[in-house]
């Protein structure tokens, strides 16, 4: 079990993020068509917001929203399609103003105009890779942002999944991000970390990335882990459709919670926020924050 530090997040419009004492559980809203862990199931606006809201009801500390699927293979979205689902779920599920509220986009247009209707994180799963504009667009906002690790597009990336050492190699493309995003004037300080399991990582990466999370406390900034559903667990549990794959999540949650995660992003908020609490005792009672 890992000690992990506690963080304050700054958030515009909003108090801080507090990270540390407990593990956060952040609920994804895919507003897509396609997304293949619920199937396109939240595609109406106000299904999606409904089921945000009761994502909040079942314990859920921030919300994220996104427009564009980015698991292997998809196909990108414009930037005007990516907006019209996405808007009317973040205004509507941040003027609820109960938890924060994340974008899920590498696009400068979509980010800008999702804060502008509430949003306050931002959550790249390019790492500041895919659109140079973004990185100022946080800065100018004062928005926290989630770095993720990755390595080229969605339908290339297994082309470079190619590791000679795989939690060395994600610690520094990782501080290449932070220096992408301090270069732009984000600040250090919100700054949050994503090793991205199953993005440019085979099954095997992904395992390893997990079991390494530690590792990921020298970059000074708090963690966030997203296993939920993933094609990776099925390597443990066999082939599953990602639905079925809950218990296995709730397993995964839990050790990135005592290894030292201190977001999960889920879909299924209501059973890992259980899990999360499980681990969290754990924690507690061994002193270990």
């Known amino acids: 079990m890992i000690p992990r530090h506690r963080y304050s997040i700054p958030l515009p419009g909003r108090q801080p993020l507090e990270l540390g004492e407990r593990t956060l559980v952040m609920g994804i809203i895919n507003v897509t068509p396609d997304s293949f862990?619920?199937?396109?199931?939240?595609?109406?606006?106000?299904?999606?917001?409904?089921?945000?809201?009761?994502?909040?009801?079942?314990?859920?500390?921030?919300?994220?929203?996104g427009g564009e699927s980015t698991r292997p293979g998809a196909e990108p979205v414009p930037a005007d399609e990516e907006l019209r689902r996405v808007?009317?779920?973040?205004?509507?599920?941040?003027?609820?103003?109960?938890?924060?509220?994340?974008?899920?986009?590498?696009?400068?247009?979509?980010?800008?105009?999702?804060?502008a209707r509430g949003a306050t994180i931002v959550n790249d799963v390019s790492g500041l890779?895919?659109?140079e504009q973004l990185a100022g667009v946080v800065a100018e906002s004062g928005a926290a942002v989630v770095l993720m690790h990755n390595r080229g597009r969605s339908r290339t990336m297994y082309r470079e999944a190619v590791y000679a050492d795989v939690c060395g190699e994600i610690v520094?493309?990782?501080?290449?991000?932070?220096?992408?995003?301090?270069?732009?004037?984000?600040?250090?300080?919100?700054v949050i970390v994503d090793p991205g399991f199953g993005f440019a990582k085979r099954a095997e990466h992904s395992w390893a990335a997990l079991a390494a999370l530690p590792q990921l406390s020298m970059l000074g900034r708090p963690v966030l882990a997203g296993p939920s559903r993933k094609s990776f667990l099925k390597s443990a549990i066999g082939d599953r459709e990602p639905a079925e794959r809950d218990a296995a999540t709730a397993a995964s949650v839990a050790a990135c919670a005592l290894?030292?995660?201190?977001?999960?992003?889920?879909?299924?908020?209501?059973?890992?926020?259980d899990a999360v609490r499980v681990a969290d005792r754990i924690r507690v009672t061994a002193r270990v924050r």
């Not at 520094?172 to 919100?190: D, K, N, P, Q």
């Not at 290894?259 to 926020?273: C, E, K, S």
């Open 37 to 65: 862990a619920d199937g396109g199931q939240r595609f109406d606006p106000d299904r999606a917001i409904a089921d945000g809201l009761q994502m909040i009801a079942d314990g859920a500390d921030l919300l994220d929203v």
């Open 129 to 131: 890779q895919y659109d």
């Open 87 to 115: 808007a009317p779920v973040v205004a509507a599920l941040a003027a609820d103003g109960r938890v924060p509220v994340s974008i899920d986009t590498y696009k400068a247009a979509v980010a800008r105009e999702a804060l």
């Open 259 to 273: 290894l030292g995660a201190h977001i999960v992003r889920v879909h299924n908020v209501r059973q890992m926020v």
């Open 172 to 190: 520094a493309e990782l501080e290449a991000a932070i220096g992408r995003a301090e270069s732009a004037g984000v600040r250090r300080e919100a």
